[in-house]
């Protein structure tokens, strides 16, 4: 139930493409779900976060679509940039409990 | 000042050798965490600690022992390491548990154990 199943793996887009990662979650009690940026050699940086009252958050190139009946969300970078190519890691978490991490997609964007 | 700083960037140990890693931040956030990050796998809490008291130990072995000496440092004593423990290691910080959603990573410590 504390698990957060994210896919795909790995993904390839070209330039100025969208990339979309999905996340899927069983505990209906987490209350915030977050995505990160992982850059190599770097630590995960917030990307952008979403509660589960709100069906989409945009910020510039990236959205969260958040669909609660079906305990899905997943990131849309739109104009996908050779910069974007990093690990993204979906995530939840609830009130003061600790940040359930998805499994990762590593992104790469070609020019 | 939104950064979170780690010291040193690379270590190597060997199995007997007992070494530390620092953490600091100056964000007034009072919610300072460990993880563990193996290539290719999401980061693996290790420690949480609120307004410097441990609140969070995910069952980490105890050659991994935490420090939290003030409200901006945090600290993790290794001490008879396994080669199996070689990783990278992530210090984070937040306002406060109830902001988890909201951490700030630092660039973390790549540990060798040989």
């Known amino acids: 139930q504390q698990q957060v199943k994210q896919s795909p793996q790995s993904l390839i887009v070209q330039k100025g493409g969208i990339s979309i990662i999905n996340c899927a979650y069983e505990n209906t009690a987490f209350d915030y779900f977050p995505w990160y940026q992982q850059f190599p050699g770097k630590g995960p940086a917030l990307l952008i976060a979403i509660r589960p009252d709100v069906s989409e958050k945009k910020e510039g190139r990236f959205t969260i679509s958040f669909n609660k009946s079906a305990k899905q969300f997943s990131l849309h970078i739109m104009d996908s940039q050779p910069g974007d190519s990093a690990t993204y890691f979906c995530?939840?978490?609830?009130?003061?409990?600790?940040?359930?991490f998805g499994t990762g997609t590593r992104l790469q964007v070609f020019p | 000042d939104t950064e979170v700083t780690q010291t040193p960037k690379h270590l190597v140990m060997g199995m007997t050798n007992k070494k530390s890693l620092k953490c600091e931040q100056h964000?007034?956030?009072?919610?300072m965490y460990w993880y563990k990050q193996k290539a290719k796998k999401p980061p693996e809490l290790m420690f949480v600690?609120?307004?410097?008291?441990?609140?969070i130990n995910e069952s980490v072995p105890s050659r991994f022992s935490p420090e939290c000496p003030n409200s901006s440092l945090l600290n993790l004593h290794l001490h008879a390491l396994q080669p199996e423990d070689s990783a990278l290691y992530l210090c984070?910080?937040?306002?406060?548990?109830?902001?988890?959603?909201?951490?700030?990573f630092g660039p973390g410590t790549r540990l060798t154990v040989t």
């Open positions: 600690y609120s307004y410097e008291k441990l609140s």
């Open positions: 995530a939840a978490s609830r009130d003061t409990d600790k940040l359930i």
């Open positions: 984070a910080s937040s306002q406060g548990r109830q902001n988890a959603y909201e951490q700030y």
């Open positions: 964000m007034g956030h009072r919610a």
